[in-house]
């Protein structure tokens, strides 16, 4: 299922030999370490988070946990150089973290927000608002970004979607989330240009079957070194492999496509126009999204396009994408990924209920291969409302949270249920009324699936 690069990409990824990978890998350390010791001591660079035991005797360095610290002071570690070490002791998360994740939840929450799944709208399944005033009209008239580009998954052929949408819909490219770069404002104030991409989660039946397509299948992204010991899901390869057919409001190829291209733009003409400018590329997603986040981190980094810029996921309420080759991979290419994970979250532990990193030590060694295994840094909260099962996965209960600084739940629980009650009417009750559709005739097991997929919507539970 792998897509083949095209012509400016095989190039690209040609020339990135792995030995100046290594370097460049090297000397982002060194920066970091350097940044770090201008802001106190900070525990070395890992490729995993640390003991709860051993981040609970790390004691912060002063500066950085000053009032004073800011966002441009200590950017790299906000962005992970050093698995942000020191900055998430239990019950202590570095408040300009907290802050800076927060922001990037609000960003992500812009997608929902703006979603149109009104199915006499022109814009079925497409954004409500033209790049230029979208942000605004979701409520972040600040933002301090400007979209270049919004961004298109179409279903994958083999996803029965016909029985669960209009056919008028079949193969047509949704609206999945945004490109956009930060201002000259915003970028002084995060010390350095920022490149980022939001994605929403699962909203469509047809997205749906293909979160059920729960296989492990090899990404061969590089087309010079396809590594097929790197596994990710099926179904979230098939969402970002899958090209549009219909090209509708600028959604020509696939998501995978799209992102190569418009990133690795942005990433050479931010350099080109702003020399000795930092640049870094942000990836936030919620459930569905942040696994598409993680999966285009892994290929942009796998064919070189960030040109060394940083590569971050801020994951929130994220699922399991690959096999424990792909975290290796992704550790190896210097990818970083912050998974906010609420404790009582189902999605966070799918897929690989049974296989998976826990358990793969005590199985044959021919079956570990097909163990998922998460990537990167948990940053945990702990959240569940008995009358509101559905919220422990809502993203607006995140944000609240990580606002509220993770202590008051009954003040992140209101918020939470103001957040719910806003989209009553609008996104989810839509969302209700497209699964809820009367299916005619006879149900073969791949209706079977999506009903099942349309019952766990009902549950809120992805």
């Given at each position: 299922?792998a897509l083949?690069?095209?012509?400016?990409?095989?190039?690209?990824?040609a020339?990135?030999?792995?030995?100046?990978?290594?370097?460049?890998?090297?000397q982002q350390?060194?920066?970091?370490?350097?940044?770090?010791?201008?802001?106190?001591s900070?525990?070395?660079?890992t490729?995993a988070?640390?003991p709860?035991?051993?981040?609970a005797?790390?004691?912060?360095?002063p500066r950085?946990?000053?009032?004073?610290a800011t966002?441009?002071?200590?950017?790299?570690?906000?962005?992970?150089c050093?698995?942000?070490a020191?900055l998430?002791e239990?019950?202590?998360?570095?408040?300009?973290?907290?802050?800076?994740v927060?922001?990037?939840?609000?960003?992500?929450?812009?997608?929902?927000?703006?979603?149109?799944?009104?199915?006499?709208?022109?814009?079925?399944?497409?954004?409500?608002?033209?790049?230029?005033r979208?942000l605004?009209e979701?409520?972040l008239?600040?933002?301090?970004y400007?979209?270049?580009?919004?961004?298109?998954a179409?279903?994958?052929?083999?996803?029965?979607?016909?029985?669960?949408?209009?056919?008028?819909?079949?193969?047509?490219?949704?609206?999945?989330?945004?490109?956009?770069?930060?201002?000259?404002?915003?970028?002084?104030?995060?010390?350095?240009?920022?490149v980022?991409?939001?994605?929403?989660?699962?909203?469509?039946?047809?997205?749906?079957?293909?979160n059920?397509m729960?296989?492990l299948?090899?990404?061969?992204?590089?087309?010079?070194?396809?590594?097929?010991?790197?596994?990710?899901?099926?179904?979230?390869?098939?969402?970002?492999?899958s090209?549009?057919?219909?090209?509708?409001?600028?959604?020509a190829?696939?998501?995978?496509?799209?992102?190569l291209?418009?990133?690795?733009?942005?990433?050479?003409?931010?350099?080109?126009?702003h020399?000795?400018?930092?640049?870094?590329?942000?990836?936030?997603?919620?459930?569905?999204?942040?696994?598409?986040?993680?999966?285009?981190?892994?290929?942009?980094?796998?064919l070189?396009?960030?040109?060394?810029?940083?590569?971050?996921?801020?994951?929130?309420?994220?699922?399991?994408v690959?096999?424990?080759?792909?975290?290796?991979?992704?550790?190896?290419?210097?990818?970083?990924?912050?998974r906010?994970?609420n404790?009582?979250?189902?999605?966070t532990?799918?897929?690989?209920?049974?296989l998976?990193?826990?358990?793969?030590?005590?199985?044959r060694p021919s079956?570990?291969?097909?163990?998922?295994?998460?990537?990167?840094v948990?940053?945990?909260?702990?959240?569940?409302?008995?009358?509101?099962?559905a919220?422990?996965?809502?993203?607006?209960?995140y944000?609240?949270?990580?606002k509220?600084?993770g202590?008051?739940?009954?003040?992140?629980?209101?918020s939470a249920?103001?957040?719910t009650?806003?989209?009553?009417?609008?996104?989810?009750?839509?969302?209700?009324?497209?699964?809820?559709?009367?299916?005619?005739?006879?149900?073969p097991?791949?209706?079977?699936?999506?009903?099942?997929g349309?019952?766990?919507?009902?549950?809120?539970?992805?």
């Amino acid at each position: 299922m792998a897509l083949a690069a095209t012509t400016t990409t095989t190039k690209a990824a040609a020339a990135m030999a792995a030995a100046p990978r290594r370097q460049w890998r090297s000397q982002q350390q060194v920066r970091c370490r350097a940044a770090a010791a201008a802001g106190g001591s900070v525990a070395a660079v890992t490729t995993a988070p640390a003991p709860v035991e051993e981040a609970a005797r790390r004691v912060p360095a002063p500066r950085m946990r000053s009032a004073a610290a800011t966002v441009a002071g200590m950017w790299r570690q906000v962005q992970g150089c050093d698995d942000w070490a020191g900055l998430l002791e239990p019950g202590a998360v570095h408040p300009v973290l907290r802050a800076e994740v927060a922001r990037y939840g609000d960003l992500v929450d812009a997608c929902y927000k703006a979603f149109d799944l009104d199915p006499s709208s022109r814009r079925y399944l497409n954004c409500k608002y033209g790049r230029e005033r979208m942000l605004a009209e979701v409520g972040l008239p600040g933002a301090g970004y400007e979209i270049t580009r919004y961004v298109y998954a179409a279903p994958p052929d083999e996803v029965p979607v016909p029985t669960m949408e209009p056919a008028s819909t079949s193969g047509r490219g949704r609206w999945i989330g945004y490109v956009a770069v930060s201002t000259d404002e915003m970028t002084r104030r995060l010390g350095r240009r920022d490149v980022l991409v939001s994605f929403r989660g699962t909203v469509t039946p047809a997205e749906w079957a293909a979160n059920l397509m729960s296989s492990l299948e090899p990404a061969r992204f590089d087309p010079c070194d396809p590594r097929p010991e790197v596994k990710v899901e099926s179904g979230f390869l098939s969402l970002y492999t899958s090209a549009d057919k219909t090209c509708r409001f600028g959604g020509a190829g696939s998501c995978r496509e799209q992102l190569l291209r418009e990133v690795s733009r942005l990433v050479e003409s931010c350099g080109k126009a702003h020399p000795g400018e930092d640049v870094s590329v942000t990836l936030a997603g919620h459930s569905m999204g942040s696994a598409l986040a993680l999966l285009f981190a892994y290929d942009l980094a796998e064919l070189g396009l960030n040109r060394g810029a940083p590569v971050t996921v801020f994951s929130f309420g994220g699922p399991r994408v690959g096999n424990a080759a792909f975290k290796a991979r992704c550790d190896e290419l210097g990818v970083k990924a912050l998974r906010v994970a609420n404790v009582h979250d189902p999605i966070t532990k799918l897929p690989g209920i049974f296989l998976n990193e826990a358990t793969a030590g005590v199985l044959r060694p021919s079956w570990r291969g097909s163990c998922y295994t998460h990537v990167g840094v948990e940053l945990p909260l702990d959240f569940i409302r008995v009358a509101d099962l559905a919220s422990v996965h809502d993203l607006g209960t995140y944000v609240a949270l990580l606002k509220s600084g993770g202590g008051d739940k009954q003040a992140a629980s209101r918020s939470a249920s103001s957040t719910t009650e806003r989209r009553d009417g609008g996104v989810l009750a839509k969302v209700m009324e497209f699964v809820g559709r009367r299916r005619a005739g006879p149900v073969p097991w791949q209706d079977a699936a999506l009903q099942m997929g349309g019952l766990v919507q009902t549950l809120g539970l992805i």
